[in-house]
């Protein structure tokens, strides 16, 4: 009879100990996500602050003013449009002719630059190397780098 009175009173102690932590765990987490909604709002607060400055700084007339201001900007005129050929040597005194155009044939129909764009790639042979990469392309499909695989090399002497 005593031993189930004292189990009752252990009991109740436990479950009256756990309820007091559990509560005042509650509230420290109530007072955290305030903390946080407090935070939140202040935070959205600075983003409208910051996109008026933004819209500010990038009115149009603003930047118009400014880039005539400091640094001597203005409409784009007849005059400022020019050739190439028209521009100014600066490579010394001695200014090459004009070179005419060139023909030129896209990359891809002049097979050495083809060639070089595209470097050849060693097959594996022998039976280690293209074991270990078509373990690699089943471990590691992503990484393996080639879609297709050599055949594996027979033992056998050919016929």
Same mark, same amino acid.
């Given at each position: 009879?005593?031993?189930?009175?004292?189990?009752?009173?252990?009991?109740a102690?436990?479950v009256?100990?756990?309820?007091?932590?559990?509560?005042?765990e509650?509230?420290a987490?109530?007072?955290?996500?305030?903390?946080?909604?407090?935070?939140?709002?202040?935070?959205?607060?600075?983003?409208?602050?910051?996109?008026?400055?933004?819209?500010?700084?990038?009115?149009?007339e603003?930047?118009?003013?400014?880039?005539?201001?400091?640094?001597?900007?203005?409409?784009?005129t007849?005059?400022?449009? =020019?050739?190439? %050929?028209? /521009? &100014?040597?600066?490579?010394?005194?001695? #200014? @090459?002719?004009p070179?005419?155009?060139?023909?030129?044939?896209?990359?891809r129909?002049?097979?050495?630059?083809e060639?070089?764009?595209?470097p050849?790639?060693?097959?594996?042979?022998?039976?280690?190397?293209?074991?270990?990469?078509?373990?690699?392309?089943?471990?590691?499909?992503?990484? =393996?780098?080639? %879609?297709? /695989? &050599?055949?594996?090399?027979s033992?056998? #002497? @050919?016929?």
């Amino acid at each position: 009879m005593r031993a189930s009175w004292f189990l009752w009173g252990a009991l109740a102690i436990g479950v009256g100990v756990s309820l007091f932590l559990l509560k005042y765990e509650v509230q420290a987490l109530e007072n955290e996500l305030i903390a946080r909604q407090e935070q939140v709002i202040r935070d959205r607060s600075a983003i409208r602050v910051l996109e008026a400055e933004w819209t500010y700084l990038n009115d149009p007339e603003r930047l118009r003013r400014l880039s005539a201001e400091h640094l001597g900007f203005g409409p784009a005129t007849t005059q400022n449009v =020019a050739d190439i %050929a028209a /521009l &100014p040597y600066r490579g010394g005194v001695d #200014a @090459p002719a004009p070179v005419s155009q060139p023909n030129v044939v896209p990359p891809r129909a002049r097979p050495e630059v083809e060639a070089q764009a595209r470097p050849e790639i060693a097959e594996p042979t022998g039976f280690g190397p293209v074991l270990f990469a078509r373990l690699q392309h089943l471990l590691f499909p992503a990484s =393996a780098g080639a %879609a297709t /695989l &050599p055949p594996l090399p027979s033992k056998r #002497a @050919p016929r």
